[in-house]
């Protein structure tokens, strides 16, 4: 469906049925100004084998991962999700500003109560700003480890990209795999208080690849042609580690994050943490051979993880003997903590005229929030965390509880005690977050707490580290925006010092940004998307420890700043 275009011509998918230019849906006859697209995904139970075990996966379509969703910037797909799983799950476009339509951001008992088993739910996704990769996942428990996909965002029409057109584009997405049931996993550590099991290998589309038992023959393969080069959208949806990624002998160039793009960055390695995207170029300038594609974690946490590495193989066309032992990428240990800076450090918005920043220069709404691993006191020391107490997490020491109703019903029509609206602006407690802590910190409070912002404030959140529990860097993702990096550190954020550090010229645009280990990060935006907001942790386990709030952005003067009438068919709580 061309950009504009109103002609007559008939696409069926799924449930929906849709004409050139018109779409019909739920009774309603529309022209879209932009492309309109049509998907269905049907969640269910399928059979994999990996790590020479069979086991039963709840995936989307039947594949892990699941299905590419192509749009181009400003595109509107409708997505028709069916549930032929045993319990209910969500879905969640991450990455996708969503401009008013918090109906369609997906987390669960947060914008939307969860599909139930054998009902469907169409999720309006609208696109405006975003321009590269981004991704979708299931937003409820640990389903996204096996439900998830990429987001395709090409230019729009009549443009291009800020790069030299590539031979041909690649969908990587590293992700975890589990001999276990994830559900029943976080289920069993929910109940007992205890770590989760770590994941037993990782995998690049699907495939652990070497040098893991039962998959070397099965490890994925992208082949490329001499000379050429690549565009490879990878994707983090690992569940609780940060990755360093690279591919043997090759260079890689780094031109896009978060569906934004950044100044050219050429390495041998990245590091990406869980929910971030980045869009790199390859070229295929090496002898013609095997080569592996690798990634391993980082993490700088006492906690127990998976310490195994994932891989799959770049394979030249052409003819020559293939090698028996193909090189391997030389990629930093799991505790680099400067290797991780320097790539991280090295990020910049590209800020051109095509594709300009606008930073908030100007601040009227201060927000800072400590990022914590707590624990609450079991009776007799019961449960299964460290001193018998049950493993938990903080934002401001306020371990976040979800509701039965979620907050945007609750929001919007006005209902009480389903959430209190004092989500601190600044921490109940001021110690040295960094360094030596009292126990009035180790145990937080639990509660469901929402934040309110008047629409148009300029808003700055500094995330503050705390040395609390197990210290590590925690990815913060907030739905509903992307926002600017403008600063991180280690140590104490200072009111005085720290912002002369800040980059406000080109930071960059992202959804997802790490919080060093014992530091802090600082973010920007201007809250002109109205709704309910979903802010967590990344890491899964924090994220199901309480690693959560919810920020509000009220309406402004103007039905065109406030969020749009609730679609019809939302899920039911009951």
């Given at each position: 469906?061309?950009k504009?275009?109103?002609?007559?011509?008939?696409?069926k998918?799924?449930?929906?049925?849709?004409?050139?230019?018109?779409l019909?849906?739920d009774g309603?006859?529309?022209?879209?100004?932009y492309?309109v697209?049509?998907?269905?995904?049907i969640?269910k139970?399928?059979?994999?084998?990996?790590?020479?075990?069979?086991?039963?996966?709840f995936?989307?379509?039947?594949?892990?991962?699941?299905?590419?969703i192509?749009?181009?910037?400003?595109?509107?797909?409708?997505?028709?999700?069916?549930?032929?799983?045993?319990?209910g799950?969500?879905?969640?476009?991450?990455?996708?500003?969503q401009?008013?339509n918090?109906?369609?951001d997906?987390p669960e008992?947060?914008?939307?109560?969860?599909?139930?088993?054998?009902t469907n739910?169409?999720?309006?996704?609208?696109?405006?700003?975003e321009?590269?990769?981004?991704?979708?996942?299931?937003?409820?428990d640990w389903?996204?480890?096996?439900i998830?996909?990429?987001?395709?965002?090409?230019?729009?029409?009549?443009?291009?990209?800020?790069?030299?057109?590539?031979?041909?584009?690649?969908?990587l997405?590293?992700?975890?795999w589990?001999?276990?049931?994830?559900?029943?996993?976080?289920?069993?550590?929910?109940e007992?208080?205890?770590?989760?099991?770590?994941?037993?290998?990782?995998a690049?589309?699907?495939q652990?690849?070497?040098p893991?038992n039962?998959?070397?023959?099965?490890?994925?393969?992208?082949?490329v042609?001499?000379?050429?080069?690549?565009?490879?959208?990878?994707?983090?949806?690992?569940?609780?580690?940060?990755?360093?990624?690279?591919?043997?002998?090759?260079?890689i160039?780094v031109?896009?994050?978060d569906?934004?793009?950044?100044?050219?960055?050429s390495?041998s390695?990245?590091?990406?943490?869980?929910?971030?995207?980045?869009?790199?170029l390859?070229?295929?300038?090496?002898?013609?051979?095997?080569?592996?594609?690798?990634a391993?974690?980082?993490f700088?946490?006492?906690?127990?993880?998976?310490?195994s590495?994932?891989?799959?193989?770049?394979e030249?066309?052409?003819?020559?003997?293939?090698?028996?032992?193909?090189?391997y990428?030389?990629?930093?240990n799991?505790?680099?903590?400067?290797?991780?800076d320097?790539?991280?450090?090295?990020?910049?918005?590209?800020?051109?005229?095509?594709?300009?920043v606008d930073?908030?220069?100007?601040?009227?709404?201060?927000?800072?929030?400590?990022?914590?691993?707590?624990?609450?006191?079991?009776?007799?020391?019961?449960?299964?965390g460290?001193?018998?107490?049950?493993?938990?997490?903080?934002?401001?020491?306020?371990?976040?509880?979800?509701?039965?109703?979620?907050?945007?019903?609750?929001?919007?029509?006005?209902?009480?005690?389903?959430?209190?609206?004092?989500?601190?602006?600044r921490?109940?407690?001021?110690?040295?977050?960094?360094?030596?802590?009292?126990?009035?910190?180790?145990?937080?409070?639990?509660?469901r707490?929402?934040?309110?912002?008047?629409?148009g404030?300029s808003v700055?959140?500094?995330?503050?580290?705390?040395?609390?529990?197990?210290?590590?860097?925690?990815?913060?993702?907030?739905?509903?925006?992307?926002?600017?990096?403008?600063?991180t550190?280690?140590?104490?954020?200072?009111?005085?010092?720290?912002?002369?550090?800040?980059?406000?010229?080109d930071?960059p645009?992202?959804?997802?940004?790490?919080?060093?280990k014992?530091?802090?990060?600082?973010?920007?935006?201007?809250?002109?998307?109205?709704g309910?907001?979903?802010?967590?942790?990344?890491?899964?386990?924090?994220?199901?420890?309480?690693?959560?709030t919810v920020?509000i952005?009220?309406?402004?003067?103007?039905?065109?700043?406030s969020i749009r009438?609730?679609?019809p068919n939302?899920?039911t709580?009951?």
């Open positions: 469906m061309e504009g275009s109103c002609s007559m011509g008939v696409k998918m799924g449930l929906m049925l849709a004409f050139l230019g018109f019909f849906f309603l006859l529309l022209c879209s100004a492309n697209h049509h998907y269905s995904f969640l139970e399928t059979n994999f084998t990996r790590l020479c075990t069979e086991k039963s996966m995936t989307a379509d039947g594949k892990w991962p699941g299905p590419t192509h749009v181009r910037k400003g595109d509107t797909a409708f997505i028709n999700v069916h549930n032929d799983g045993d319990y799950v969500t879905i969640h476009w991450h990455g996708v500003r401009p008013r918090p109906w369609s997906g008992n947060i914008t939307q109560c969860p599909i139930k088993p054998g739910f169409t999720y309006e996704v609208i696109f405006s700003t321009e590269g990769t981004l991704w979708w996942h299931a937003h409820s389903s996204r480890a096996t998830h996909g990429a987001i395709v965002i090409l230019p729009k029409l009549g443009t291009t990209y800020p790069f030299p057109e590539p031979y041909a584009e690649q969908v997405i590293l992700a975890e589990f001999n276990g049931d994830v559900k029943e996993l976080i289920d069993d550590a929910t007992t208080g205890g770590d989760p099991t770590p994941s037993d290998a990782y690049i589309n699907g652990p690849g070497f893991n039962c998959s070397n023959d099965t490890s994925f393969r992208l082949s042609q001499p000379g050429k080069t690549y565009l490879l959208r990878l994707i983090n949806a690992v569940m609780n580690e940060e990755m360093f990624f690279g591919i043997a002998k090759h260079n160039t031109v896009a994050q569906g934004a793009y950044i100044k050219p960055i390495t390695y990245i590091m990406i943490t869980p929910g971030q995207t980045m869009d790199i390859l070229t295929a300038n090496q002898a013609a051979s095997y080569y592996y594609i690798a391993t974690p980082f700088d946490s006492g906690a127990p993880f998976d310490s590495n994932t891989s799959a193989i770049l030249y066309t052409g003819t020559y003997t293939p090698p028996i032992s193909p090189p990428p030389t990629l930093p799991a505790t680099d903590k400067d290797a991780a320097n790539f991280t450090t090295r990020i910049r918005s590209l800020a051109s005229p095509e594709h300009p930073i908030p220069q100007t601040i009227t709404k201060r927000i800072t929030i400590t990022v914590s691993v707590n624990q609450i006191l079991c009776a007799n020391a019961s449960c299964g460290p001193d018998g107490n049950r493993l938990a997490a903080s934002l401001n020491n306020i371990s976040f509880s979800t509701p039965s109703i979620d907050f945007l019903q609750a929001y919007y029509g006005n209902l009480s005690s389903v959430f209190d609206r004092d989500f601190p602006d921490p109940p407690y001021v110690f040295n977050f960094t360094g030596d802590v009292g126990n009035n910190t180790l145990y937080p409070s639990v509660g707490k929402a934040h309110l912002i008047k629409y404030e700055e959140i500094v995330f503050q580290g705390t040395n609390i529990g197990n210290a590590e860097n925690h990815p913060m993702h907030l739905h509903g925006f992307s926002f600017y990096l403008v600063g550190g280690y140590g104490n954020f200072d009111n005085v010092t720290s912002p002369k550090t800040f980059n406000l010229k930071p645009e992202v959804n997802t940004i790490g919080v060093p014992n530091g802090w990060a600082v973010i920007r935006f201007v809250a002109d998307n109205p309910v907001w979903f802010m967590h942790c990344h890491l899964e386990r924090h994220a199901s420890w309480g690693m959560d920020l952005v009220e309406n402004g003067p103007t039905n065109e700043t009438p609730p679609p939302l899920p709580c009951s």
